[in-house]
C-alpha cells in the first residue's frame, strides 16, 4: 500500500492531529498565540512527518480536505484555550499554494469563522512567498476578501522564497515570520545579525509585526528582543505539542 492510498484511509480514519506550538511575547514571554502544525499518527508507520505527506497532499488534491478540517478544528481548539487561560489568543495555520488557489477557499474560512465564533482578527493565516507569486492578480483579490473578515496574513518562511519586496506594498500583510534558517547561527553569524535587523527595521516601518522563527537559545532570544523583535518561536519557548499539553501550559501560566 502506498503512502498515497494510507493518506486515504487515515483520513478516514481520523488519524491527523493538530499540534499546536506557542508564540510568545519575547520580552514577558507570555504565550499569545499558537501555530498549528499537522502530525499524523499511522499505526504501524508511527509518525509520518508532515514533509512527508503534506507534499502528497499538494499534488493530489487531499490538501484541500485535510486543511478545511485543520482550519475549523484549530479554531475550535482556539475557543477551548481562551477558556482556560482566561483571555484572548490567536491561532495561527499554514495555508498552502493549492488550498489558497482553491475556489472553495474563502467559503472554508467563513465556515471556519463562524462555526468556531472566533472573531476574524484571531485567525492568523501562513502564507509563503511563492503562493502569492504564482498569481498575484488572483493573490490580491482573496488577500482583499481575508482582509474584509478582518483575518491577518502572515507571510511564513520570509526571505526563502523567489519573490520582489514589492509585493509588501501591493498586498494587506500584517506579520512577517522570519525563517528559522537566519535565526540558528545567532548571535554568532554577522550575516544572519544583518538580515534579521534589515527585516526587523522593514517591518517596523511597514507597520508589521516579525515572529522570529526556530529559535532554540537563550542567547538568540536577547539578541532578537533587544533588536525589537516582539514574538518568539521555537523549542526554546515551547515545541509543538498536542492539545492537552498546551491547555496545561496555559493552566500552568495563568
Ligand atoms: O511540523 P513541522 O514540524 O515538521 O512541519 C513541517 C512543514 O510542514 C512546515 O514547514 C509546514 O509548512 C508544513 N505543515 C505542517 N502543518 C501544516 C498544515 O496544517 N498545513 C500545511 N499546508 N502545511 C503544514
Ligand atoms: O515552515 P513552517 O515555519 O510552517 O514550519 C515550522 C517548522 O519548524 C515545523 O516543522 C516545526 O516543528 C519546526 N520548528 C519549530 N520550532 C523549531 C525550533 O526551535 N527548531 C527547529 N529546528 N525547528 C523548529
Ligand atoms: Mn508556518
Ligand atoms: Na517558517
Known amino acids: 500500500i502506498s503512502l498515497e492510498a ?3 484511509q487515515a483520513v478516514r ?4 492531529q493538530l499540534y499546536y506550538q506557542p508564540i510568545v511575547d519575547a520580552q514577558t514571554r507570555e504565550i499569545q498565540g499558537f501555530e498549528t502544525l ?19 497532499a499538494e499534488t493530489n488534491g487531499l490538501i484541500n480536505l485535510l486543511g478545511a478540517w485543520a482550519l475549523k478544528a484549530a479554531c475550535v481548539q482556539l475557543k477551548q484555550f ?23 477557499f474563502l467559503d472554508v474560512l ?13 485567525l492568523v493565516l501562513e502564507i509563503t512567498e511563492g503562493t502569492l507569486m504564482i498569481d498575484p492578480v488572483h493573490a490580491e483579490s482573496i488577500l482583499s476578501k481575508m482582509a474584509e473578515r478582518k483575518a491577518r496574513i502572515a507571510i511564513d518562511d520570509f526571505g526563502t522564497g523567489y519573490s520582489s519586496l514589492a509585493y509588501l506594498k501591493r498586498f494587506p500583510i ?10 540558528r547561527d545567532l548571535p554568532g553569524s554577522q550575516k544572519d545579525g544583518a538580515i534579521c535587523n534589515a527585516v526587523l527595521d522593514l517591518a517596523k516601518h511597514l507597520n508589521l509585526s516579525v515572529v522570529a522563527e526556530g529559535v532554540e537559545t537563550e542567547e538568540q532570544l536577547q539578541y532578537l528582543e533587544q ?10 519557548t515551547g515545541k509543538p505539542m498536542a492539545a492537552n499539553v498546551a491547555l496545561a501550559a496555559l493552566k500552568e501560566s495563568i
Open 38 to 56: 499537522m502530525r499524523w499518527k499511522h499505526p504501524t508507520l508511527g509518525m509520518v512527518p508532515p514533509a512527508r505527506f503534506i507534499p502528497i
Open 227 to 236: 533588536r525589537g523583535c516582539q514574538y518568539i518561536q521555537g523549542y526554546l
Open 82 to 104: 481562551e477558556e482556560v487561560a482566561k483571555r484572548s489568543l490567536y491561532i495561527s495555520v499554514n495555508i498552502s499554494p493549492r488550498q489558497f488557489r482553491n475556489d472553495k
Open 13 to 16: 480514519e481520523g488519524e491527523f
Open 6 to 8: 494510507a493518506m486515504f
Open 110 to 122: 467563513d465556515d471556519a469563522i463562524a462555526f468556531s465564533g472566533l472573531l476574524g482578527e484571531q
Open 174 to 183: 500584517s506579520v512577517l515570520k522570519i525563517d528559522r534558517t537566519f535565526i
